[in-house]
């Protein structure tokens, strides 16, 4: 019964996020490393090659924006 249970859940927590688009799943990863509160490792990524890598400890990861609010490269980030 609790494998069912499992199973369940984990499907629908799959499909929950798949429904997500890319940004959403990002900024759930985000939020949920800057509440643990881990060190990130950060990539910054520009035209498909690492320009830069760097640690950041306790801290907040954002992207910037230009002046039309778009957003000016991606930060790739996982928890160390």
């Known amino acids: 019964m ?7 859940i984990i499907i629908a927590s799959t499909l929950m996020i798949s429904a997500c688009t890319e940004e959403a799943r990002n ?13 990130l490792k950060v990539s910054y990524i520009d035209g498909g090659k690492v ?15 230009d002046d039309q609010g778009n957003s000016i490269g ?6 160390v």
């Open 27 to 39: 900024k759930i990863g985000r939020t949920a490393d800057n509440f643990l509160g881990e060190d």
């Open 51 to 65: 320009v830069k890598t760097w640690t950041v400890e306790d801290g907040k990861i954002t992207s910037g924006k």
């Open 2 to 8: 609790m494998k069912r249970i499992y199973i369940t």
């Open 74 to 79: 991606y930060y790739y980030f996982w928890s």
